[in-house]
């Protein structure tokens, strides 16, 4: 028999973290942070080199008309022909086409600054620390956390810094995680169980833990998880592999409509020279290569080609802002498709654990006393739903002293034979407390009665979907205890945004099939799977995935590593153990079990923010159109002047507009492309329509403004003749 | 692969039969025995009992007595259909409009009300002087190189005229070649455009046309000489003169009767057409078979309006007539025209 | 005036009328639901080679065009010696045999050639008709075999059988019925080549030498066996230079109502088969709704052109000058005047008359012309050259999209490129991977997609730059200026879009090989044309075949709220909006350089 243990209540767990580790709050930095801008010019300039456009063909088409029209600014520049455009134009010409470039350019180092910047800061909490390492028994020796090997044993005391990644074998203790998830509330760990797991670089607020290490430094889980996303980021994910095979057929497209528009030019300028009666030849933009250059710049999508590698870039970067390690961008993509998210019951939809909600007396009973009673057999029950008795008791009136079990009290532990716990009290009282079957058959054996009462009771309580737990002091029955799962706050409105995202929710929980409807109706999930194994967990996976369904499951033990490695995407708790964060794709670091919506909608707004700039991009054409080809013709059909519904002011003018619209256009959807589209939890339909009258309409009349604006600017500074 | 051949020839080998000769067949004996006249062309026959035509194929009537057909790009040759596909932007299109309008255009309003423009054409041509600036033929020879160049290769009397002006003007076709190194050897229709500058300032107010004359023998000889009046002035020089009296009102003549059709065959003509050369057809009648012209006209008139017809009950379109079918019965009431 | 809507109006709806039980029993008859007819069943099993799947079944539709290719060159090298010749026509030159073998096996029609000058009756028959019937089903099978890939099935038939069935269970009986009506109209259906008329006034066609009136020649023939399948087949080859502006190919009005109507049911009854084989007909439905929105949007911007006078003939007050800047002049502009022009007098209260016959009633002209090319049929009853020079632009605009109705199979095959490629964009919108049909749109069936919609525009911009700088096409033109590029122009866009139709001023025309003054670069456009037609034709067959197999075979996913819903309202305007805009990107500017310039600059332009 143990002795009785003063256990303090939840409410008073009380912890004083020293010295804080700062919290990582400061990830979403401001867009445009002098920091990163700085380099990012730098690297803009850097990433000239044609073998690097190479890779972006849009760009480097435009690099290419860029150092065309510079070789024709030195031709114009040597020769002394006459042309009908002073040499300026040319210049002017090339100074915005190279800017385009540069505006891609810095887009993409931007966001891959950006991305650098945010592992960086994860990096940071990799420096070494001491480590306090258990040789044999009891000896422990100081190293420094970088000498630590998988499988040596480090005690961790309360204000310690965790050395490495590793198991609690021993203790239990709460952890600030700040340093890895921001989030300053610290989390429990403890040995056995899914929540075993510790990170290096996280502090032991309370208590004394005994950590296996699993991982050597530089080889932990963490640092292969930032290099992984750090490669993430440079690889091309399917979708972006084949909006860029759709650019790079537009840009082909553009060059099949501009390439031909200069013999057709000529064309025109051998009838009009007919027409004039005059046998010198007459020279249009028409026939002047730089500005047919500029024509298949403005149309070709370089406002989507610039942005393209930004948008991918920063599409992991929000993930990693909701402090998700993707290991690849394909996952985050395939986030975007999910039909199906599986959430566990437990932690995801309820709060981790049941709690007592009320105590239902039977017989001559009152609810006070089977209240003492209860808490009285759970005072030694260290299961969350046994200190929720005591606290429940404690809510309702209960003193200290309800509380506090006699002395010579013996406490009964839970055991799989009588499925019961409780306490022998000095007097000789047994109060147990367990299943209403294993109660009922405790008090038979003593001879006493069963209340009528207390069928009536236990089935209403699990009607209900929640569970009874009777309580007995020696023959008698005194009561039922509620247990109930408590939804956590707001998971009801997060199903809600998923269902109209067109995801469907499934509940997966181990409960009865009863108790498990009346959550998932509370909670509103869509379906669950009740009294479920992990097999059934895989095969449900499978099950959707046969009839073409993508899914997402969460997990965090060691069993769900298959479903987890099934599912389409995978999220592993940080917490969880070492094989279901290999077995995810990707692993959440807050070990937050409703990240997954936040994982699907960044998934979506990357796909939709692809979708909505390469719209935009094409869109802006029509007006791109009508500015350069009334100018192309100013010299040979004048009147095709009413096409030139801008009525800007010369055909010189009208291009140069189009071409720096086309240029500025890119800084412009920088911020668009690294904060992505906003996204709302619509219908594809209502979704579609928004962004097709935002994006495509938009993006239709725009420009027509924009152009207008800059020839008015120019006009206005004196810029153009 | 080769398997594929083989299936290719035998689903050849089944179907052409089918399409190429049981399809026809079939066609052939339902139309030579349901619908023989329609199905051998629609042919009618003449007062001599001779076929005379398609009344589905347009035919040309020059004479007065007959209404005639809309123009034909084709000649009315029908075995070599063809519309004109002249685009509204070349001249030639108003050219030829206007050439076909010059003679037949009346004054709508004014004091020459009803009369014809083409004496006023021909006094107007023969003033010789367009846009403030003399010679007529000159101007128009320099705007309308190509007509100038058409009407020399229109006809070999006219390519022979200008040979012969050629030969009387060694010193201005040499001067030519030398402005055009790249044709040495210039033929009549290269030389066209010098031809007429030449012989406008040598012809004021005249114009190259063909003229008949009695010979010494009886026979009547055709040649060509400078005329200030004429059917040709009347037609080339009437748009000329239009852009010089843009105000004058003129009555406008149906479309029909001056744009030709897609196939330069067709059969009909607009009832605004046929009652538009009414006039025209009934005095002429009424002279040849020396009747009363108004009661020519009304009989006439009668014939048109029963043979008018609109398809659709006319939601479609206005009425039309065939003008074979008018022809012919005319020619079968009134006889042979003069 | 609004009644002359009516005709267009009726057209539409009884061209959707007839499509819907037609769809029915073509779902019937390509499913093989019917019994063969007696003695047929032999035949189908002689010529079945067994289910094929896509590579097979485009390998077979291949090879089978290789040998149309030879049977055709066959017939119309041959002309001279074979019988149904009274005439005596000899052989066309090589090049306009090569041109016509490649346009017709192609569903082209596309005529360096005039019917009733150069062919023989036997041609007629047996060139013209086969090709006509054959090329038709060609397409009608790639649309199923698309359709049967994208239903996931690996074997997506077997293309002869296909062949056989569309042929004689479709084809066959559609075009007896309609050459009935036709023949009843006035349509010749006789094996005689001419006939010799004096004509009622003697002398009006003109004397010969002795002064003895000419008669005047009727070419006729078998007009009634191959007008139909002409128009069921969206073929377009005429029996006659004039094509249906003649009278005996188009009698009356009522021909042409039949006409147009052949022509329109085939390609409206392919999409709602569409719909009906892939159990998708909402989805079909809205196709139906943005073709016909193109459709009538082109009718009557044609009809809404034509019927204003025709421009050359009308004044145009007063005089503009324009200022166009000029290195060479003095103060760096050189002045353009163009004159004021006074109109002649001329009543046109019935819109541009020239080129176009007055018995199909006044909108008939620009009806059929928006017609003819947006179901990329190619027939013409008006002279498209002599169209008002923004009227010319609606049939442009059909050849360009190529999928408003398109050809049989071909313009539902082209739909779904544009369709492709707008749902690859705005799928994502909707923040998931692109899916069609429930099947994702991954790299590769966009790859496919591209390369089948590019080789269009390719085809169309690169020989018209070509022609239009060189004298191959500048000495071709017959009208001036704009309008004659719009005719090199037009006839790229023809070849390209397998059409037919023409700016038929364009002196592509050699004739019979011993011509001694053939049109001056008409090998030249034989031969750009042909081999325009050929990559036109297959290319976007092939890779669309391909493309249906690759995504038939991924998984299908089910339809949910986060899908993006192809049988909406929003899905109409996103697809007519990407056929707009891709349409729009690509042609604008040949639109401002033909036609738009050609309506805005002087008129007339020039001498």
New interface residues.
């Given amino acids: 028999m143990e002795a009785v243990k003063n256990i303090p209540m939840p409410s008073e767990l009380k912890i004083t973290p020293q010295a804080p580790v700062p919290p990582r709050r400061s990830r979403a930095r401001a867009l445009f942070a002098p920091e990163l801008v700085g380099p990012a010019i730098k690297e803009a300039f850097l990433m000239l080199r044609p073998d690097v456009q190479w890779r972006n063909p849009v760009m480097f088409v435009v690099e290419i008309s860029a150092v065309l029209t510079f070789l024709f600014v030195i031709q114009a520049a040597l020769s002394q022909s006459a042309s009908q455009v002073p040499i300026t134009y040319f210049i002017a010409l090339d100074f915005w086409l190279w800017l385009t470039v540069l505006f891609a350019n810095f887009a993409t180092a931007l966001a891959e600054a950006r991305g650098r910047a945010q592992t960086e800061s994860l990096r940071k909490t990799r420096k070494d620390t001491p480590a306090y390492r258990l040789k044999g028994k009891d000896i422990i020796e100081e190293v420094s956390s970088a000498d630590l090997k998988p499988g040596d044993r480090v005690a961790v005391e309360a204000g310690q810094i965790i050395p490495g990644d590793g198991e609690i074998i021993e203790g239990l203790a709460s952890v600030d995680e700040s340093a890895i998830t921001g989030e300053s509330a610290p989390v429990i760990r403890e040995s056995g169980g899914d929540r075993s797991g510790v990170t290096g670089g996280t502090r032991v607020l309370s208590d004394r833990i005994i950590v296996k290490i699993t991982a050597a430094t530089g080889e932990s889980f963490l640092d292969r998880m930032i290099a992984l996303v750090e490669g993430a980021v440079r690889q091309r994910t399917p979708n972006e592999i084949a909006l860029s095979l759709v650019l790079t057929a537009f840009t082909l497209i553009f060059l099949i409509v501009v390439v031909p528009l200069w013999p057709m030019s000529l064309n025109a300028e051998i009838y009009m020279m007919g027409y004039l009666g005059i046998t010198e030849p007459l020279k249009s933009l028409g026939t002047d290569v730089p500005t047919l250059v500029a024509l298949l710049v403005c149309l070709i999508p370089t406002t989507i080609g610039a942005l393209l590698a930004a948008i991918g870039i920063a599409g992991m970067d929000r993930a990693l802002q909701a402090n998700i390690l993707a290991k690849s961008g394909k996952a985050v993509e395939t986030a975007g498709d999910i039909d199906v998210v599986l959430l566990d019951k437990t932690g995801t939809i309820t709060m981790g654990n049941r709690h007592a909600t009320d105590f239902l007396p039977v017989g001559k009973y009152t609810a006070a006393q089977l209240g003492r009673l209860a808490a009285l057999a759970s005072i030694a029950d260290e299961t969350p739903e046994g200190k929720t008795i005591v606290k429940l008791q404690f809510d309702r009136g209960g003193t200290p002293a309800d509380v506090t079990a006699p002395n010579g009290a013996a406490f009964v532990a839970f055991s799989a034979q009588t499925r019961m716990s409780g306490i022998d009290l000095p007097d000789g009282r047994q109060i147990r407390k367990g299943a209403p079957e294993a109660i009922i058959r405790f008090v038979e054996r003593l001879g006493g009665t069963v209340p009528a009462q207390l069928e009536s009771t236990v089935e209403a309580i699990g009607s209900q979907g929640a569970t009874p737990l009777a309580v007995a002091d020696g023959a008698d029955i005194v009561g039922v205890v509620v247990l109930s799962d408590i939804l956590k706050t707001g998971i009801s409105e997060r199903l809600e945004r998923l269902r109209r995202m067109g995801v469907r929710s499934v509940m997966i929980t181990g409960d009865n099939p009863l108790t498990a409807a009346t959550i998932a109706k509370k909670a509103g999930v869509d379906d669950f799977v009740a009294q479920c194994t992990p097999e059934a967990k895989l095969a449900y996976i499978r099950k959707e995935q046969a009839d073409g369904k993508l899914v997402a499951m969460i997990g965090d033990g060691t069993n769900d590593a298959p479903a987890l490695a099934q599912a389409d995407v995978g999220l592993a708790m940080n917490s969880g153990t070492q094989a279901a964060k290999e077995a995810g794709n990707m692993v959440d670091l807050d070990s937050n079990p409703t990240k997954l919506l936040e994982v699907v909608e960044i998934g979506k707004q990357l796909l939709m923010t692809r979708g909505a700039l390469t719209t935009f991009s094409i869109a802006n054409d029509v007006a791109k159109y009508f500015a350069i080809v009334p100018a192309l013709f100013a010299g040979t059909l004048p009147w095709l002047k009413v096409m030139d519904v801008m009525h800007l002011h010369s055909p010189t003018s009208a291009i140069l507009s189009a071409v720096i619209f086309n240029a500025i256009v890119i800084p412009l959807l920088i911020p668009v492309a690294l904060r992505g589209v906003r996204y709302r939890p619509l219908g594809a339909d209502a979704l579609l329509r928004r962004n097709l009258l935002v994006w495509g309409l938009g993006g239709v009349i725009l420009p027509f403004a924009g152009i207008k604006l800059i020839d008015m600017i120019m006009v206005a500074a004196h810029l153009i003749s | 692969?080769s398997?594929?051949?083989s299936?290719?020839?035998?689903?050849?080998l089944?179907?052409?039969p089918?399409?190429?000769i049981i399809?026809?067949s079939?066609?052939?004996v339902?139309?030579?025995v349901?619908?023989p006249f329609?199905?051998?062309?629609?042919?009618v026959n003449?007062p001599d009992g001779?076929?005379?035509?398609?009344?589905?194929?347009?035919?040309?009537?020059?004479?007065d007595e007959?209404f005639q057909p809309?123009p034909s790009a084709?000649s009315?040759?029908?075995?070599?259909?063809?519309?004109?596909?002249?685009?509204?932007?070349?001249?030639a299109?108003?050219d030829r409009?206007?050439r076909s309008?010059g003679p037949i255009?009346v004054y709508?309003d004014g004091p020459k009300k009803g009369q014809q423009v083409a004496p006023d054409i021909e006094a107007w041509f023969q003033q010789d002087k367009f846009g403030g600036q003399p010679h007529i033929v000159a101007q128009w020879d320099d705007?309308?190189?190509?007509?100038a160049q058409g009407w020399v290769s229109a006809d070999p009397t006219h390519g022979a005229y200008v040979d012969d002006w050629t030969k009387k003007h060694p010193n201005e076709v040499s001067k030519w070649k030398k402005d055009n190194p790249g044709t040495p050897d210039p033929k009549a229709a290269d030389l066209a455009v010098l031809f007429f500058e030449t012989f406008s300032k040598d012809n004021p107010g005249k114009f190259p046309s063909a003229v008949s004359h009695q010979s010494a023998d009886g026979k009547p000889v055709t040649a060509i000489e400078p005329v200030n009046q004429g059917s040709d002035i009347q037609s080339i020089f009437f748009?000329m003169w239009?852009?010089e009296?843009?105000d004058a009102p003129?009555?406008?003549?149906?479309?029909?009767m001056?744009?030709?059709?897609?196939?330069?065959?067709?059969?009909?003509?607009?009832l605004?057409n046929a009652e538009y050369q009414l006039g025209r057809i009934s005095q002429k009648w009424a002279s040849d078979t020396k009747r009363d012209p108004k009661q020519v006209r009304s009989e006439i008139e009668q014939m048109v309006e029963a043979d008018a017809w609109a398809?659709?009950g006319g939601?479609?379109?206005?009425k039309?007539v065939n003008v074979?079918q008018l022809?012919?019965t005319l020619?079968n009431k009134y006889g042979q025209?003069q | 005036m609004l009644?002359?809507w009516?005709?267009p109006a009726a057209l539409i709806v009884a061209a959707v009328l007839v499509s819907i039980p037609l769809s029915k029993f073509a779902v019937w008859i390509m499913e093989g639901r019917y019994r063969p007819l007696p003695g047929f069943g032999w035949?189908e099993r002689?010529?079945d080679?067994g289910p094929q799947d896509w590579k097979?079944y485009t390998?077979?539709l291949l090879?089978?065009n290789v040998?149309l290719f030879v049977?055709g060159y066959v017939v119309l090298a041959l002309q001279p010696i074979m019988p149904l010749n009274p005439r005596q026509l000899g052989m066309l030159a090589p090049t306009t045999i090569f041109n016509s073998v490649a346009s017709f096996m192609t569903n082209t029609n596309l005529q360096d050639y005039?019917g009733?000058?150069h062919f023989s009756n036997f041609s007629q028959?047996?060139f013209t008709?086969?090709n006509q019937?054959?090329s038709a089903a060609v397409g009608f099978c790639a649309l199923a075999a698309i359709i049967r890939a994208f239903r996931g099935e690996k074997k997506v038939g077997n293309f002869?059988i296909d062949?056989?069935r569309v042929?004689?269970y479709m084809f066959?009986p559609a075009?007896?019925l309609s050459?009935?009506l036709f023949?009843?109209?006035?349509?010749?259906?006789?094996?005689?080549s001419?006939?010799q008329?004096?004509?009622?006034?003697p002398g009006?066609?003109g004397t010969d030498d002795k002064g003895v009136a000419k008669e005047?020649?009727?070419?006729?023939g078998?007009v009634?066996?191959m007008i139909p399948?002409k128009q069921i087949g969206t073929n377009g080859g005429g029996f006659?230079?004039?094509n249906s502006?003649?009278?005996?190919e188009n009698?009356?009005?009522?021909t042409n109502f039949i006409t147009c109507f052949d022509m329109m049911m085939f390609p409206f009854t392919l999409v709602l088969m569409f719909g009906r084989m892939l159990r998708k007909m909402r989805h079909a439905i809205v196709i139906y709704g943005v073709m016909l929105t193109l459709m009538i949007g082109m009718i009557a911007w044609s009809i809404y052109f034509e019927l204003k006078?025709?421009?050359?003939?009308t004044?145009h007050p007063p005089s503009v000058t324009y200022k166009i800047p000029s290195a060479t002049a003095k103060g760096g502009f050189r002045e353009l005047t163009i004159p004021?022009?006074?109109?002649?007098?001329?009543?046109?209260?019935?819109g541009?008359?020239?080129?176009?016959?007055?018995?199909?009633?006044?909108?008939?002209?620009p009806t059929f012309a928006a017609l003819t090319t947006a179901v990329t049929c190619g027939a013409?009853?008006?002279?498209h050259?002599?169209l008002?020079?923004l009227t010319g632009l609606s049939p442009m605009v059909g050849m360009w999209l190529n999928c408003v109705f398109g050809g049989k199979g071909v313009g539902m095959i082209n739909l779904l490129l544009f369709l492709i490629i707008g749902v690859f964009i705005a799928g994502q919108m909707v923040g998931r991977s692109p899916e069609y049909l429930g099947r994702k749109v991954g790299a590769r069936e966009v790859k496919l997609a591209v390369i089948a919609l590019l080789v269009h525009p390719l085809m169309i911009l690169g020989p018209t730059g070509l022609f239009a700088a060189t004298s191959w096409g500048t000495k071709a033109e017959?009208?001036?200026?704009?309008?004659g590029f719009s005719e090199v122009m037009y006839q790229f866009s023809s070849a390209s879009a397998n059409n037919g139709s023409g700016?038929?001023?364009l002196g592509d025309t050699w004739g019979f090989n011993a011509n001694p003054t053939p049109a001056p670069t008409s090998r030249q456009l034989d031969i750009a044309a042909g081999l325009v037609m050929l990559f036109s034709r297959y290319l976007p067959i092939v890779a669309p075949i391909a493309m249906a197999a690759f995504l038939g075979m991924k998984k299908e996913a089910p339809y949910g709220l986060g899908t993006m819903r192809d049988d909406t309202m929003t899905f109409y305007w996103l697809l007519l909006g990407t056929i707009v805009i891709i349409g729009a990107l690509l042609f604008l500017p040949v639109a401002f350089l033909g036609p738009v310039a050609?309506h805005l600059?002087?008129?007339?332009?020039?001498?």
């Fill in positions: 692969m398997r594929y051949f299936k290719s020839f035998l689903l050849f089944f179907v052409i089918i399409i190429c399809y026809p079939v066609l052939w339902i139309g030579q349901f619908f329609q199905a051998n062309g629609s042919i003449g001779k076929p005379v035509g398609s009344l589905l194929i347009a035919q040309p009537f020059t004479k007959y809309r084709a009315y040759d029908a075995s070599a259909s063809a519309p004109s596909n002249l685009s509204a932007s070349n001249y299109l108003r409009v206007a309008l255009v709508s705007a309308h190189n190509e007509l748009d239009r852009q009296h843009a003129l009555q406008d003549v149906p479309a029909d001056v744009m030709a059709s897609g196939s330069g065959l067709d059969p009909h003509i607009s605004q398809p659709f939601l479609a379109g206005e039309f074979l022809n012919l020619r025209p | 009644h002359l009516l005709l035949i002689k010529i080679s097979q390998a077979a090879i089978f040998i049977w005039s009733d000058v028959i047996f008709i086969s019937y054959i002869f062949m056989w042929l004689i066959v075009a007896i050459g009935v023949i009843q109209q006035g349509m010749p259906m006789t094996f005689k001419t006939i008329v004096a004509t009622l006034e009006a066609m005047q020649t009727i070419v006729f078998p009634a066996a399948i006659f230079g004039a502006a003649h009278p005996y009698p009356s009005a009522w006078p025709n421009p050359g003939l004044a004021q022009v006074a109109g002649l007098p001329i009543e046109q209260h019935l541009n008359l020239e080129g176009k016959e007055l018995r199909f009633g006044t909108v008939a002209g013409v009853n008006c002279a050259d002599s008002n020079p017959f009208n001036p200026a704009a309008h700016f038929e001023g050609d600059g002087p008129m007339p332009f020039g001498g």
